[in-house]
């Protein structure tokens, strides 16, 4: 992930470099990229009140933004559908646009759910066809196809924000800033809170903390943020 993002900065500096008469310039801030998603012919990149899309055969660099159709402003992360062929942007305000075929499909369903606290989506994963948002309050699970919610998952009765999510064999896995909470996948009632244990394979932690989780040959690795001594 760290390569495709330096790669693609690298792209999108090198793009506006060449601007000639009477060309847009990339009006979006391009020095930070939040997240990035690969196609086969495409790879998007996301930064704070956009993203962009860049086409390997035709090496063009398209902004997707508030003004060319995206229905809100502060991205927070991107996923890919690989049953659609689709890419999700998630916002910050729990807010979801899907791009297929150069249209835009706003899901608002987070966005507007009666909950307090954070909506935030944190990370988009696909498994088994469907698309699992991790957020401030819970799991979100997402038809891809029908652009509707099907479950939500609270693996911290909503209490504490998803960090990111990972899934192998029969398990679901959710990480919050602490702790890494286990469910099981054939597991009807996994919106029960109590249907779900807190993995003690991962230890919890106290000062420090996690960030990012993935699968990888069936096994998890964990980023972790160890907290600066001078913050003490």
Same mark, same amino acid.
């Given at each position: 992930?760290?390569?495709?993002?330096?790669?693609?900065?690298?792209? &999108?500096?090198g793009s506006i470099g060449q601007i000639g008469t009477g060309q847009?310039?990339?009006?979006?801030?391009?020095?930070?990229?939040?997240? $990035?998603?690969?196609?086969?012919?495409?790879?998007?990149? @996301?930064?704070?009140?956009?993203?962009? !899309?860049?086409?390997? &055969?035709?090496?063009?660099?398209?902004?997707?933004?508030?003004?060319?159709?995206?229905n809100d402003i502060t991205v927070s992360c991107l996923g890919h &559908?690989?049953?659609? %062929?689709? $890419?999700?942007?998630?916002? !910050?305000? *729990?807010?979801?646009?899907?791009?297929?075929?150069?249209? $835009?499909?706003?899901?608002? @369903?987070?966005?507007?759910?009666?909950?307090?606290?954070?909506?935030?989506?944190?990370?988009?994963?696909?498994?088994?066809?469907?698309?699992?948002? @991790?957020?401030?309050?819970?799991?979100?699970?997402?038809?891809?196809?029908? %652009? !509707?919610?099907?479950?939500?998952?609270?693996?911290?009765? *909503?209490n504490e924000s998803i960090l990111d999510l990972a899934f192998m064999?029969?398990?679901?896995?959710? /990480?919050?800033?602490?702790?890494?909470?286990?469910?099981? /996948?054939?597991?009807? =009632?996994? =919106?029960?809170?109590?249907?779900?244990?807190?993995?003690?394979?991962?230890?919890?932690? =106290? @000062?420090? &903390?996690?960030? !990012?989780?993935?699968?990888?040959?069936?096994?998890?690795?964990?980023?972790?943020?160890?907290?600066?001594?001078?913050?003490?």
């Amino acid at each position: 992930m760290m390569r495709l993002i330096i790669f693609f900065l690298f792209l &999108s500096f090198g793009s506006i470099g060449q601007i000639g008469t009477g060309q847009w310039r990339l009006h979006i801030p391009a020095k930070n990229a939040i997240d $990035v998603v690969a196609f086969s012919d495409r790879v998007y990149g @996301a930064y704070q009140n956009g993203v962009t !899309e860049y086409n390997y &055969s035709s090496n063009e660099l398209s902004i997707w933004d508030a003004v060319t159709g995206l229905n809100d402003i502060t991205v927070s992360c991107l996923g890919h &559908s690989s049953a659609t %062929n689709a $890419v999700f942007i998630g916002y !910050e305000n *729990g807010n979801i646009d899907k791009i297929k075929d150069n249209t $835009v499909t706003n899901i608002p @369903a987070i966005k507007l759910a009666q909950i307090q606290g954070s909506k935030v989506i944190h990370e988009i994963v696909e498994y088994n066809g469907y698309m699992y948002f @991790a957020t401030g309050f819970a799991i979100v699970k997402i038809d891809p196809i029908k %652009n !509707e919610v099907k479950d939500t998952y609270y693996p911290t009765n *909503g209490n504490e924000s998803i960090l990111d999510l990972a899934f192998m064999g029969d398990s679901i896995f959710a /990480l919050t800033s602490d702790r890494l909470y286990k469910g099981n /996948l054939n597991n009807i =009632a996994l =919106a029960d809170p109590t249907q779900w244990a807190v993995d003690a394979r991962v230890p919890i932690l =106290a @000062a420090n &903390s996690y960030s !990012e989780l993935e699968e990888i040959n069936n096994e998890l690795f964990f980023v972790l943020k160890v907290k600066n001594r001078a913050d003490n």
